[in-house]
């Protein structure tokens, strides 16, 4: 079943979000392994970050073995903690990208 997962890194800055993402996707390429949609953008108190992923376990996979270590590597160039986090299983989805 798809998983969602939401961060919200208050006080965060696009820089801060460029420098883990450089760390996760050295590459580039955009989606990681297991992941299906990527959204992130500011908000009014820090960085928002939406995950799609094609399971919990992909998710936790993501999170485990690349995520954390690569949150540990940039240090203080990375986010200053961790996220207000929410988390569901998908069973709907609708969307139009323009």
Not at 2 to 27: C, L, M, N, R, W
Not at 36 to 57: A, C, D, Q, R
């Amino acid at each position: 079943m798809t998983y969602a997962i939401v961060h919200h890194f208050k006080g965060a800055t696009q820089a801060q979000f460029e420098a883990v993402s450089a760390k996760v996707d050295p590459a580039g390429g955009g989606l990681v392994p297991g992941e299906i949609l990527e959204i992130s953008g500011p908000s009014e108190e820090g960085w928002m970050i939406v995950g799609l992923f094609e399971s919990k376990g992909a998710w936790e996979r993501f999170r485990d073995e690349t995520l954390a270590p690569s949150l540990r590597e940039v240090g203080d160039t990375g986010f200053a903690g961790p996220p207000d986090e929410l988390s569901f299983d998908v069973v709907n989805t609708h969307h139009k990208l323009a």
